[in-house]
């Protein structure tokens, strides 16, 4: 195998087995601006200390921050960044409280179904919870696409 001549570097591969990624990844990160390889030699990406580290790092604001690609690469940027890192880390923070809102709705609803309807004699369709929600959302889904067609749904028939 041919290496470069820095004996610091580690081929994509050796850095993707490393870190958990695919070398695909590592490819895609770099497509995305986020990374560039140390050297290129033999048609191969070689990376060093500092590229392992950028990958770290991505890898750790993916995973406990839940940042999407293009938040990190804005926080990577430093000061070039269109958005200062603390605007994007507070939107990150709104966004999750948001999903954690949902995601509390979802399991109430889910354990409220659970806890009314465990026997399969009585399935959640019927429930008069469910229906009370169902049915006014399903109004009002209905009339905003009447008024979006130029119909108030006040018309009776002729």
């Not at 959640?124 to 229906?131: A, S, T, V």
């Amino acid at each position: 195998m041919t290496t470069p001549a820095d004996a610091n570097l580690e081929p994509i591969d050796v850095v993707a087995r490393r870190l958990g990624l695919r070398a695909s990844a590592i490819r895609y990160y770099e497509e995305r601006g986020l990374l560039t390889p140390a050297s290129r030699h033999a048609g191969r990406r070689w990376y060093g200390p500092t590229e392992i580290r950028r990958l770290a790092i991505i890898q750790y604001w993916q995973r406990y921050g839940l940042m999407s690609l293009e938040e990190i690469s804005d926080i990577l940027a430093g000061p070039s960044a269109t958005r200062g890192w603390a605007h994007i880390v507070q939107g990150r923070i709104e966004a999750l409280r948001v999903q954690a809102k949902r995601m509390d709705a979802a399991r109430g609803h889910l354990e409220h179904v659970l806890s009314h309807h465990r026997d399969d004699a009585s399935p959640p369709d019927g429930c008069h919870h469910y229906e009370e929600a169902l049915v006014p959302a399903a109004i009002r889904l209905s009339s905003r696409g009447s008024q979006s067609a130029g119909v108030t749904g006040d018309h009776s028939p002729d």
